[in-house]
């Protein structure tokens, strides 16, 4: 990570990583921070460097580091390089189709290609999906 990372201290007053006009405050008895506008619910991880959102529907853990500045959300490896994943599935569906036909002896018609066409289509459509849903901002 490019970014320099501070530490987060109870005592300072954050912005809220989900929404910008929300301050996050401290929680009363409690080690958890809460937003001021969208009622959300934070916990400082074990590091100290890293913020866990604890309330809401999401099915995975969102997490952000402070740098400073702004929140800076942290993304699994698969998410880093998920470009390069749907890239590759895409390349493997179109090799594997142009392929097939050529080892399963069938000859090019019509309607191999246009097959081919649809099938090469789907999986476009199929990989660009999993493309936005890994790359949804909270």
Not at 9 to 36: N, V
Not at 59 to 69: E, N, S
Not at 103 to 110: A, M, W
Request: charged content about 15%; some cysteine; glycine content about 6%.
């Amino acid at each position: 990570m490019s970014r320099k990372l501070s530490k987060i201290d109870f005592e300072c007053s954050y912005p809220c990583p989900c929404r910008k006009q929300g301050q996050l405050c401290p929680i009363a008895l409690t080690e958890a921070l809460g937003c001021s506008q969208c009622n959300d619910i934070f916990v400082v991880r074990p590091d100290g460097y890293t913020l866990e959102k604890v309330s809401g529907a999401h099915p995975y853990k969102q997490l952000w580091y402070w740098t400073g500045k702004d929140w800076t959300p942290v993304r699994p490896p698969l998410q880093e390089n998920g470009c390069a994943w749907v890239a590759g599935a895409v390349l493997l569906c179109f090799v594997l189709l142009l392929c097939l036909p050529w080892v399963l002896r069938i000859p090019f018609d019509r309607q191999v290609v246009v097959w081919m066409v649809l099938t090469i289509s789907i999986a476009v459509a199929l990989s660009f999906m999993v493309w936005l849903v890994m790359h949804r901002r909270p």
